[in-house]
Structure formats: structure tokens, C-alpha cells
């Protein structure tokens, strides 16, 4: 399934935010970090309007080189210091529909003055919601049976679905703080129990992943084979000792 890692996650820096010199720019485009199969690669989460890649690029495109450089396994650091340099100066960007390079594209984009005011209008928590809900889109669109949706605050909770006596994949995704308790490591673990029978709960799989802190956004992926149709019961638990999570989004399918 697309963007599956960590995955975790989620999720987020921003090209657009204050800059430590007045004449440093960027292209206008807010990103966050794919770490599906292993490996890492940034994508678009959103374009601000008027920039260089609101004109030329699209939401969801995965930038992989900058300058001609690999951005395979870069940090969200790493990306925007190449993304970004004196206003008014260009950079060369190759874009793809996927993280490992279909449809490339080639542009050279002209950095624009970074503004604090366009930053401020951006809310993190939205813009992972609507990365969400554009997944799941996306995933009904390529024919996967989306059962069941969670946004959700972050802790340790339970939801409900109605199961078949069939296969599920669960997926688990988190949106982590930023500045410096992005830099702290968590854990996501899930449980999903075959709940039919209140006085014979079985637990069906139990998977776990770890944020080392050099996401942004957190995945989670396992999958559920339920005997008998009934109650799926799916427990996350977030080790957030950092209470740098932000918000969650769980999706049942098929």
C-alpha cells in the first residue's frame, strides 16, 4: 500500500516558515517525509498559492532529486536546506507520481521570499487530516474496500468495526510535534482482538514500530485474519512519553 513504513509517523515541515536571513527563500511547498518500503523520500503535502511550485508542481508529487541530487533517505533537515537559497535564484527540482521515480519531471523553480504571515495560516493538524482523507481517496480509487475511518486525539484507544470472517489491514497513522519534541523517539504499538465473543477475546496480531525522531509523520501498518464474523476490537498505544503527538488517523480495509 502507498506510504507504508515506519509508518510513522506522519509528518511535517514546512518550506514556508521564518527564515534566519532575510534574503534566503523557498518554493512554496510543505512537505512531509514517505518512509514506505524502508526508505524515505519526500512528498508534497501542499502548495502555498503564488509560489514557484504552486505554478508548476502538485500536491502529492514526491520530490526526488534537488540540483540533481538524490533526496533518497534525506532528512526533512537535509531537503529544505537544498530546497532553499537566496531569493530570487533558481532551483532545479525532478518531481514523480511515486517515490521511486514513475512519470519524472524536470523544473527550475525560482525561489521566492519565505513568509512567516503564510506560514502561521498553515495548521498542521488539518493539513495531516486532509493527507489522510486524500489517502483513503486514493486507496478507493486503485479498488481497496475502505471498512472504516478514525480521526482521532492521541492516547491509548479502542475502535470498533463490524468483521467478516476475512483478512484486514489496519493502518495507523500519527502526526508528531515539532521542534524539540520532534526529536524525541516513540513507540506505536496496535492489538486487534476478535471481540464476537465478550467472554472468549482472542487477540489476533500485535505489531510495533518505533520513531527514532527523524520523522515527521508516523506509520503504522499490520494486517487482522478474523476466524468468525463479529466485533473487530483495535487497541492503539501510543509510548508518548514526550506528549508530542499531535493527532492520529486509523483506517480499516479490505
Do not use: W
Not at 527564515?19 to 518512509?35: K, Y
Not at 514557484?52 to 508529487?61: F, I, K, R, V
Not at 468495526?161 to 516513540?186: C, N, S
Request: proline content about 2%; hydrophobic content about 35%.
Amino acid at each position: 500500500m502507498k506510504k507504508a513504513a515506519l509508518f510513522f509517523i506522519f509528518c511535517l515541515a514546512l518550506l514556508q516558515n521564518s527564515a534566519h536571513a532575510q534574503n534566503i527563500g523557498g518554493i512554496g511547498a510543505q512537505l512531509f517525509l514517505d518512509t514506505a518500503g524502508g526508505h524515505s523520500m519526500p512528498q508534497i503535502q501542499s502548495l502555498v498559492p503564488g509560489t514557484a511550485a504552486y505554478q508548476s508542481l502538485n500536491a502529492t508529487d514526491y520530490i526526488i532529486k534537488v540540483n540533481d541530487v538524490s533526496c533518497l533517505d534525506k532528512t526533512m533537515v537535509e531537503v529544505v536546506g537544498m530546497i532553499r537559497g537566496e531569493v530570487g535564484t533558481k532551483v532545479h527540482v525532478t518531481v514523480a507520481d511515486t517515490k521511486d521515480g514513475k512519470n519524472p519531471r524536470d523544473y527550475d523553480l525560482v525561489r521566492g521570499a519565505i513568509s512567516s504571515i503564510t506560514t502561521k495560516s498553515i495548521d498542521p493538524v488539518a493539513a495531516f487530516t486532509e493527507q489522510c482523507e486524500q489517502e483513503v481517496r486514493d486507496m478507493k480509487k486503485r479498488g481497496v474496500t475502505v471498512v472504516k475511518t478514525f480521526p482521532s486525539d492521541c492516547g491509548n484507544y479502542f475502535f470498533n468495526f463490524d468483521a467478516e470472517a476475512q483478512t484486514y489491514t489496519i493502518r495507523v497513522m500519527v502526526l508528531e510535534g515539532t521542534g524539540d519534541d520532534a526529536t524525541k523517539p516513540f513507540n506505536i504499538m496496535a492489538r486487534v482482538f476478535d471481540n464476537a465473543n465478550e467472554k472468549d477475546v482472542t487477540e489476533i496480531s500485535r505489531y510495533r514500530t518505533e520513531n527514532t525522531g527523524s520523522y515527521t509523520r508516523g506509520l503504522l501498518d499490520g494486517t487482522a485474519t478474523f476466524k468468525k464474523a463479529g466485533v473487530g476490537l483495535v487497541n492503539v498505544q501510543l509510548h508518548d512519553d514526550g506528549k508530542k503527538c499531535k493527532t492520529m488517523y486509523v483506517v480499516i480495509c479490505k
